[in-house]
């Protein structure tokens, strides 16, 4: 295992022009031409694309037909919110699809080589294909490697304590050896060359994912903004310096050009030395796209979203992981959530979970609480009949949050229990189902140390807190109800994140 800095000549995503790169106009309207597609998507947001030129030059929308979910296409299906990573089969022929919790659904000619039972330490956020098709590795957020099928285990970092998370891996064509890359940019060898890394660099926005070159000489690493750092390959152009409409989540490279493609949260499409097939870019998803592969042909491109949807361009369509739908509640305004004793006129210190018994999840760069230890609870003094008198009244957190003795020496119990061991400066004590939207404010299931997103945080304040504020505003204009936020964002807050933008 091997970890290194880059020299500074490595790629910038700011600073560095080469043959490939566009310029600001064309980048936008490269944009336009990726995003425009008429498009209806079926349930499950299933959708195959086909296209005649696929150019980004081009002025003619791709072709596209609708594909209706088959139940037998694929062995089985996948928690709506955790699916986290797709690949290819060698011939194409099929692929596999992958979640957090280590599950993987086999589809088309995909052999099904397994998946991973009982808990965790830490979520699978990435997946990749060895050279030969016959198998494929999982790796967790702290590098953790599991193996399938032909693949060999090399190497991890699960023992180790690292800087950022593992937000991804790839695999050496050349040597058969694999790459993982944390939030960071660090770069973690087994088995494979160093190229370089920007893990002794600060940048502008977290790396979310890597692909490696065709010939085994090099890789790219991709940023939330679309930046680009290249190690080992030619640099062909980034989004870098162009606003976006969401965030970049995934790359891959074009086996037949050496090119390479991103992909936003939305499933729009940036190219870059490789064909332009189309993109979900302009149509409503249900759940946001979390990765894309290249087809191994060489011939387009499919991504999966967090439901287990696969939107397949120039290449066939083999089914996806979509869990059917659940029953419809008894009841339209129950959350499901456990309900917590509610606002106190003097509050006492509650007892945190034993150290080290939760663990963080993470859902790319966000970090998720363990649902064993932070499942979420709610007021019993706030429902949907009163919101006009509790939470859509200026002020009302104020009334019930916990003074801060009782929550500060709260806050260092839950730190023991996470592991938690940022600054808590930045780290904060945090209500799952926040006091906004009713959470109840000092049940233990309700409250953990959350560590800060943003990169160079100076404050508490992360991502998190924006999405708060949205779905209460959403909540008191009547255009979500209080028991929907508080599950959305109970369950999963970075998916939710996506789905109320």
Known sequence: MTESSPSRAAHSRTDVTSPGTLSATDRWMHRLLVTFMAALVGIGGLLAIASATGAPASATAPTSHVVAHSATSCSGYLATGTVVAMVATADDGGYWIANQAGQVVACGDAPDLGSLSGPLARPVVGMAATPSGGGFYLVASDGGIFSFGDARFQGSTG????????????VDAATGGYWLVASDGGIF??????????????????????????????????????GIFAFGVPFLGSMGAVPLNRPVVGMATDLATGGYWLVASDGGIFSYGAPFHGSTGSIALNLPIVGMEASPSGAGYRFVATDGGVFAFNTAFYGSAVAPPPPPPATGTSSGLRVGPGPQASYSVQPQPAAGSCHYRYSGVYPLPDPSCTPGSISPAVTQANINSTICVSGYTATVRPPSNITSAEKIGSAAAYGYTGSFSTGEYDHLVPLELGGDPNDPANLWVE????????????????LE?????????????????????????????QTYP
Do not use: E, H
């Open 159 to 170: 023992a180790l304590t690292l800087n950022r998370p593992v937000v991804g891996m790839a």
């Open 189 to 226: 060898s087994f088995g494979a060359p160093f190229a370089g890394s920007t893990g002794a660099l600060t940048l502008n926005r977290p790396v979310v994912g890597m692909a490696a070159s065709p010939s085994g000489t090099g890789y790219w690493l991709v940023a939330t903004d679309g």
């Open 451 to 466: 560590p800060n997103d943003k990169a160079g945080a100076t404050s508490v304040y992360n991502t998190k807190d924006t």
């Open 469 to 497: 504020n949205r779905l209460r505003t959403m909540v008191c204009a009547g255009q979500l109800a209080l028991a929907t936020a508080q599950q959305a964002i109970a369950s999963n807050w970075a998916v939710a994140n």
